[in-house]
C-alpha cells in the first residue's frame, strides 16, 4: 500500500527557489579534456543539460606540460607552453562552458616534495619557490587575458587550490602554508586584474569548521582579498571496500544540508563577510569513484531533493562529474563501475542524468516545495514539476502524491517522464545481460534504449477551476511533470473516437477527475 500525500497547490503562491543546478558541472583532471570520449560526452551533456562553468583539476599537472624551466649561465628561468590548456579550454568556450579554474596542483619542477595524489600522481606539496609560483599564476592569466579578452576573463571565478584541510591533497593539510599560498595566489591573480573575483579554502568535511573560521580570520586580519568562500560536501559515511568497490551508507538529506548551513551561519558571523557567496565546487552522494551507488537510481532521486534546496545556502553547487573518463583510482574496468559521472564511459544516461535535466525544465516561479517535490510555473501559467522518493533501505516504499491544483477551466495536456528501477535502470540491464566488461555495438544500443525515461501524454480537462491528480512513485523514482493549457483543433471528418487506439484518454492512469 502506497504511502498517500495530499498535496494542495495554489498556483497563486510565490516561494523562494534559487535554482542554480545547471550553474557549473565537475570534470576529472585537465588532460583528460584531450581525449575523444571525453569530448564526446561532454559534448552530449551540454547538448541536453547545458551548464554554464566547469571545473576541475590537475591544471598545473606535468601532463599539461604548462611549467618548465632551463639554465643559463648557472642561472634557472622558467618558460611557459600553453598549447594543451589552449585546447582544452577553445573546447570549453565552443561548447558554451566557462571555466571555473581550480589553480593547482604543483608542477613537479616547482614542487618542495615529492608527495602526490592520485593515479595520476597531482603533487600536492607547496611551491619550493613563491614567487615562482605567483609568476606561474600570472603568466597564465595574462595569457588567457591574452587569448580571450579581457571581458571574457572578467567572468571566470577563480579558486585557489582542492580541498587542502585533506593531508592527502596538502602535504600536511597544513594551515598556515595554505594561508600562505591563498595570500600570494590571490596578489597574482588580482595583479593581473582586479575584477577578477578569487576564492577558498575549497575544503571538505573533515574539521572544517574550524577551517572555515580560521581561514576568514586569516583574510580579515591581513586585508586578504576573498571575493567568495568555496567548500565541499559528501552524503556517504565510511567506505566497506570490497575488490574494485566500495560501498557506503548515505546521511539523511537534512543532515547533508545541515553542514552546509553551519558553513553559511560561520560566513554570516563575520561582518565584512556577511550575506558573501558560497559555491559549493563538488558534491555527490559519495566521495569515491568507486561507489555503485553513482550509477543507480537512489543517487537520482537522492540528488534531486539536494537539488531543490541547495539553492537555499549556495550560490552555486557544481555536480561532480559530467562523465566517466575519470581516473583518480585508476580506469574503469566496466561501463558501470561506480564512477561519479552522470554519463558512462560508452555515452550511457545514468538515471542521475535525467535528474538535472528535469531541473533544467523549471521555470522562473515556483509555488511550492516539499521533500518531494518542487513544483514552478511559467509566465503563461503553466505548470512544471518534478518529484522524487528515494529509499535506501531494502523493500518497496511507494508513495503516492495526490496534487490538487488550482486551473482555468479547458483542456490541458499533461506530460509524464518516469525515471525509477523498473523503467529507467541501465545498471540493472546491464547486470541482466550478463555484466560485460566491454560492451558490443548491439550491447550498448540496447543499454542506451532502456536508459530514456518513460514518457506518457495524457489529456487533462478541467471543469471546476481545479485538476487533480496522482503521481504514484515506488522506491528511488523520479519523476517529471508538465501541465500546459491546449486548444484542440479539429480537422474535418477526423473522429478520433472511430480510430483504434487513438480514442480520447483522461489520464488514465493517475487522473482523480473521473
Not at 209 to 219: D, I, N, Q, S, V
Not at 303 to 321: F, H, K, N, P, Q
Not at 476 to 500: K, M, V, W, Y
Request: net charge negative; hydrophobic share 35%; glycine share 6%.
Amino acid at each position: 500500500m502506497a504511502n498517500k500525500i495530499l498535496c494542495n497547490i495554489n498556483r497563486e503562491d510565490s516561494i523562494t527557489f534559487n535554482n542554480n543546478a545547471l550553474f557549473c558541472i565537475g570534470t576529472g583532471r585537465m588532460n583528460l579534456a584531450l581525449r575523444k570520449e571525453y569530448y564526446n560526452q561532454l559534448k552530449k551533456v551540454q547538448e541536453d543539460i547545458h551548464f554554464s562553468y566547469i571545473r576541475g583539476h590537475g591544471l598545473f599537472c606535468d601532463d599539461m606540460a604548462v611549467y618548465h624551466s632551463y639554465e643559463v649561465d648557472g642561472i634557472e628561468r622558467a618558460e611557459y607552453n600553453f598549447t594543451y590548456l589552449d585546447m582544452v579550454f577553445d573546447d570549453y568556450l565552443s561548447m558554451g562552458l566557462k571555466p571555473f579554474v581550480e589553480l593547482g596542483f604543483m608542477p613537479e619542477k616547482l614542487a618542495s616534495g615529492s608527495q602526490t595524489v592520485f593515479y595520476w600522481k597531482g603533487n600536492v606539496t607547496p611551491p619550493s619557490d613563491y614567487n615562482k609560483w605567483a609568476e606561474l599564476v600570472k603568466a597564465t592569466v595574462n595569457h588567457w587575458i591574452k587569448r580571450y579578452g579581457r571581458e571574457e576573463v572578467i567572468t571566470w571565478p577563480f579558486e585557489v587550490w582542492n580541498e587542502p584541510n585533506l593531508p592527502v591533497f596538502w602535504k600536511d593539510a597544513d594551515m598556515e602554508e595554505y594561508f600562505h599560498l591563498y595570500k600570494v595566489t590571490v596578489m597574482a591573480v588580482k595583479d593581473c586584474d582586479l575584477r577578477i573575483r578569487i576564492g577558498g579554502p575549497a575544503i571538505c568535511g573533515v574539521d572544517d569548521k574550524r577551517w572555515l573560521r580560521c581561514f576568514l580570520e586569516y583574510c580579515s586580519a591581513n586585508k586578504i582579498p576573498l571575493d567568495f568562500v568555496t567548500r565541499h560536501a559528501y552524503a556517504t559515511e565510511m567506505p566497506e571496500i570490497d575488490g574494485h568497490y566500495a560501498y557506503q551508507n548515505l546521511r539523511k538529506p537534512e543532515i547533508f544540508m545541515e553542514e552546509l548551513r553551519e558553513s553559511r551561519r560561520i560566513i554570516d558571523g563575520f561582518t565584512e563577510y556577511a550575506g558573501m557567496e558560497m559555491h559549493l565546487t563538488e558534491f555527490n552522494t559519495s566521495y569515491t569513484p568507486l561507489n555503485p551507488i553513482h550509477d543507480t537510481n537512489l543517487n537520482a532521486a537522492y540528488i534531486a531533493r539536494l537539488l531543490s534546496e541547495l539553492g537555499d545556502v549556495c550560490a552555486s553547487y557544481s555536480y561532480w562529474t559530467f562523465g566517466d573518463v575519470f581516473e583518480e583510482s585508476g580506469v574503469s574496468y566496466t561501463p558501470f563501475s561506480g564512477c561519479f559521472g552522470l554519463l558512462t564511459n560508452g555515452m550511457i544516461p545514468k538515471p542521475t542524468y535525467w535528474a538535472f535535466s528535469f531541473f533544467r525544465s523549471l521555470k522562473e516561479n515556483a509555488v511550492a516545495r516539499s521533500e518531494h517535490y518542487i513544483i514552478t510555473k511559467d509566465n503563461k501559467n503553466d505548470i512544471y514539476g518534478i518529484a522524487w522518493n528515494p529509499v535506501e533501505e531494502e523493500g518497496e516504499k511507494e508513495i503516492s502524491l495526490h496534487i490538487s491544483i488550482d486551473l482555468e477551466n479547458g483542456d490541458y495536456r499533461m506530460v509524464t517522464r518516469l525515471v525509477d528501477e523498473n523503467t529507467c535502470n541501465p545498471l540493472k540491464d546491464w547486470i541482466t545481460i550478463g555484466s560485460p566488461s566491454n560492451l558490443t555495438k548491439e550491447q550498448k544500443e540496447l543499454l542506451l534504449e532502456s536508459s530514456k525515461p518513460l514518457v506518457k501524454i495524457e489529456r487533462l480537462s478541467v471543469t471546476e477551476k481545479k485538476a487533480n491528480f496522482l503521481i504514484p512513485l515506488s522506491s528511488n523514482a523520479l519523476c517529471s511533470f508538465e501541465i500546459q493549457r491546449i486548444h484542440p483543433e479539429t480537422d474535418r471528418g477526423f473522429r478520433p473516437e472511430r480510430i483504434r487506439g487513438a480514442g480520447e484518454n483522461s489520464l488514465a492512469w493517475n487522473s482523480l477527475n473521473s
